[in-house]
């Protein structure tokens, strides 16, 4: 219910200071409320429609990609843009909760999103293939609307992805736009960031609070063979991926068939707190991983970009910290169109309780600058 009463009032701000209801502003307000809402709480619906869902398997490069596509259903309405929506890092994928209600959400304010299944995400790896896979995904969905472009919006990980893929194909790109939420810059920094030692922003910024172990977990299980003895490889990294999809008894069962040295590192690193015996280690792999995290870390690798940015973070997001979208920003500044916002409002890809009036209206203003984005875009 507060999110109703705040995007009402959103709405009164907005006509008392220019005079008339702005469009996008109101489809923004309507847009954030529907996927903040407390369950069950009513949100308003200001200007969005009903929408339709269809479940596709996409042929690219002899390939097969699930997928689903969010249509505005109204009989007379045509979309008004494209965007692909790109999970995180997730076992659920294109299927978590939120998730589909972002997609929803987006095309009931006219936008037919396309939101596939990106395989290596979803089991917990971030892979320098996705990002070609992303550039193909992009072609086929203006193709499939007769434009020449779409936007692309990125989770977490696949933000960063996202960037590298418009970025490669330069002005050649489909992807129109780029909006990348909690993404990240260079993967060896997380790394470190994850293994406890002091890593800053492009202009001293201190990471607020602790890493979270979701990041060293993933992390261990990406690069499990600098983590674990040979023989312990397979199932260290079937451990790890049992306790990431929630199921912790199975994971610590297969744990304890591994060798005395393996059974004891992974114990450590499924503890609740004990995963910080593992710093040292967790430095040693990334030293020995370097090359690998570095192809899939936007760092040093975004020249080609030519497409509007749009970069949002949530200030205290444990996950993935906001000097890495500080970090993008930087590198970006005064060579493409570039939008920034940290804000309180978000933690990781979830929203946060605490936040100011202030900060609602300026997630409400970058929502609606991506909207009319959308709209924009041929």
């Known amino acids: 219910m507060r999110q109703a009463v705040f995007v009402f009032a959103l709405g009164a701000l907005l006509t008392n200071l220019a005079g008339c209801i702005y469009r996008q502003h109101l489809q923004a307000a309507s847009v954030l409320a529907r996927i903040t809402a407390d369950g069950g709480a009513p949100s308003p619906d200001w200007f969005l429609g009903p929408v339709r869902e269809r479940d596709l398997l996409l042929e690219l490069s002899g390939q097969q990609v699930a997928a689903r596509l969010y249509l505005p259903a ?110 990240h810059h260079d993967l060896a920094r997380l790394g470190r960031y994850y293994a406890g030692a002091d890593v800053f922003g492009p202009e001293g910024q201190r990471c607020p609070g602790q890493p979270h172990p979701y990041g060293i977990r993933i992390l261990a299980h990406a690069h499990a063979e600098h983590f674990f003895e040979p023989q312990d490889v397979p199932a260290a990294r079937r451990a790890l991926r049992l306790f990431l999809d929630g199921d912790s008894d199975a994971a610590h069962h297969l744990a304890a068939a591994m060798g005395a040295e393996g059974r004891a590192r992974m114990e450590d690193l499924l503890h609740r707190y004990r995963y910080r015996r593992l710093e040292q280690p967790l430095l040693a792999a990334i030293g020995n991983s370097r090359a690998q995290l570095a192809e899939a870390s936007p760092k040093g690798q975004l020249a080609g970009l030519s497409v509007p940015v749009y970069l949002v973070h949530g200030l205290d997001d444990p996950v993935i910290p906001s000097i890495e979208t500080r970090w993008l920003a930087q590198e970006l500044a005064g060579r493409v169109p570039l939008k920034t916002l940290i804000t309180p409002m978000l933690r990781h890809t979830e929203h946060a309780v605490q936040a100011t009036e202030q900060d609602r209206v300026q997630l409400v203003h970058l929502m609606a600058q991506i909207l009319q984005r959308a709209q924009q875009t041929p």
């Open 74 to 183: 109204a009989a007379d309405e045509a979309p008004e843009g494209g965007l692909l929506l790109l999970h995180g890092v997730h076992p659920q994928g294109i299927h978590e909760p939120r998730f589909v209600a972002f997609g929803r959400a987006l095309a009931a304010a006219g936008i037919a999103v396309l939101t596939p299944s990106l395989p290596e995400l979803a089991t917990y790896r971030i892979e320098v293939g996705t990002i070609g896979r992303i550039a193909s995904l992009a072609r086929w969905h203006a193709a499939f609307l007769g434009r020449r472009r779409v936007g692309a919006i990125g989770i977490s990980f696949a933000g960063g992805l996202a960037l590298m893929a418009a970025a490669r194909e330069g002005r050649r790109t489909a992807i129109g736009y780029v909006v990348a939420v909690g993404a």
